[in-house]
């Protein structure tokens, strides 16, 4: 595809409200980002963040999750609607839905990352119907160290189970098991982050009652151990 094509390309995504979307080459360094991108780490013009990396824009525990994600995705791993807590514009944490791919040249060799995430309070304000999760949404992240039943969050949504799992995957594109079962894992990061707990009892803090198992499902969400993330911030 020729650079025109693709700059007309990437330049569409100016005109989805609500979607942040960046281009990085190999080492997280921003090649590209559209408006709303730019306007999220609190600027104005794409040339003023070029170049940059996320520990330039963000706290230090989110700017190693970012990161780590690239290097990932280097590696040949996708990141898919992934919940996540970042920083809004206003500099309050709120909830987005996240996916990276690695970018590769006409000759295949991979050149960097790109991604795009949707603020999931101000996107579903333009969604229909989506006031249905709003009750069970809000429940899970007010009692995710609580055991949770699918059949309670289906009556907070005058819903029956399936119905409610509809909605969840239309637009939030996880069910709500997964969606409870990242709220647990991003918050238990914070605490790991955040405090001096022990990882056993950030996971019981988080709703887990195995450590184990929330050590293997920190893994299979974040790409590192609970015990590797403490020791890389630390360092």
Not at 122 to 149: G, M
Not at 187 to 212: H, T
């Amino acid at each position: 595809m020729e650079e025109a094509g693709v700059k007309k390309i990437i330049a569409a995504f100016d005109l989805l409200p609500d979607i942040l979307f960046w281009v990085k080459d190999t080492q997280s360094r921003i090649i590209y980002g559209n408006q709303e991108f730019v306007k999220h780490l609190g600027y104005r013009f794409l040339e003023q963040v070029l170049h940059k990396t996320d520990f330039d824009f963000s706290p230090h525990h989110l700017a190693h999750q970012f990161v780590t994600d690239d290097k990932r995705v280097l590696e040949g791993h996708q990141v898919t609607d992934r919940l996540e807590l970042n920083h809004t514009a206003s500099g309050e944490l709120g909830w987005f839905s996240t996916s990276k791919r690695v970018l590769t040249d006409e000759q295949g060799r991979i050149i960097g990352t790109y991604g795009m995430t949707r603020h999931l309070e101000k996107t579903s304000k333009t969604l229909s119907n989506v006031h249905a999760v709003d009750a069970p949404v809000q429940y899970i992240r007010e009692h995710f160290n609580k055991k949770i039943s699918i059949e309670k969050l289906a009556d907070l949504a005058h819903l029956s189970v399936s119905a409610l799992e509809r909605r969840f995957k239309k637009h939030l594109a996880k069910t709500p098991k997964q969606f409870i079962n990242e709220t647990r894992l991003e918050n238990g990061r914070k605490m790991l982050l955040e405090s001096r707990l022990a990882i056993a009892d950030v996971a019981y803090q988080c709703g887990f009652s195995d450590p184990s198992y929330f050590s293997k499902q920190f893994h299979n969400l974040f790409g590192e151990t609970p015990s590797k993330l403490r020791k890389a911030v630390t360092r």
